[in-house]
């Protein structure tokens, strides 16, 4: 997959996404305009920058991981779990046409731990109360994680990797059964 391919990011391509991943993992400084205001500038400044560099330099530097001094080492295993299989998926899916992928079950059930945590950090709580069922947990057990108290109620059933991407607003390339005005659910932007 080269640099123009298609994610779903909407208007950026897979070149965009590296770009925006070596800036997360290598200008904290910069990275923190993407939650703060006041930062924005100075992370438009930084990410054009690096996107003048050669693609498969931004790929090499990505592969690498976040350097030794990078405070994003310190919640490596939560964030970038996320993250990465997000934006993995991002790629993989971008094109139109994709499948679910088995993953591991430690894999699976590490993913469910962090996307409960994200659900209640993204999903806006003073709307409808949203449970998200887990269908690939233990021995087959339904595992669930509630956002809010609102009415109605929304339900998004489904493995454990379809609910992270949903949770991440990935809302149209998943595998997932859905109940309930699912319209009325907002997120924050990340």
């Known amino acids: 997959m080269g640099p ?3 994610t779903l990011c909407e208007g950026w391509t897979t070149r965009d996404l590296v770009v925006h991943l070596v800036v997360r993992e290598y200008r904290p400084d910069a990275a923190a305009g993407m939650f703060l205001g006041l930062a924005r500038g100075h992370l438009e400044k930084v990410t054009g920058e690096e996107s003048t560099r050669p693609y498969e330099d931004l790929v090499a530097s990505y592969r690498h991981g976040p350097p030794r001094w990078n405070p994003m080492r310190l919640i490596d295993r939560f964030a970038n779990l996320t993250e990465n299989f997000v934006h993995h998926e991002d790629v993989r899916r971008g094109g139109g046409e994709w499948s679910s992928r088995a993953l591991p079950r430690g894999t ?3 993913l469910w731990r962090a996307t409960g945590f994200a659900a209640r950090g993204l999903i806006i709580p003073s709307g409808p109360t949203v449970r998200l069922v887990r269908t690939d947990g233990t021995g087959g057990e339904q595992e669930t994680v509630t956002v809010g108290s609102g009415a109605p ?11 992270t ?4 607003g990935r809302d149209k390339a998943c595998d997932l059964t859905l109940e309930g005005p699912v319209e009325k659910v907002a997120r924050r932007d990340l």
């Open 4 to 6: 123009d391919a298609s």
């Open 108 to 110: 699976r059930d590490a």
């Open 165 to 168: 991407l949903w949770v991440f």
């Open 153 to 163: 109620e929304v339900t998004v059933t489904g493995a454990a990797p379809e609910l």
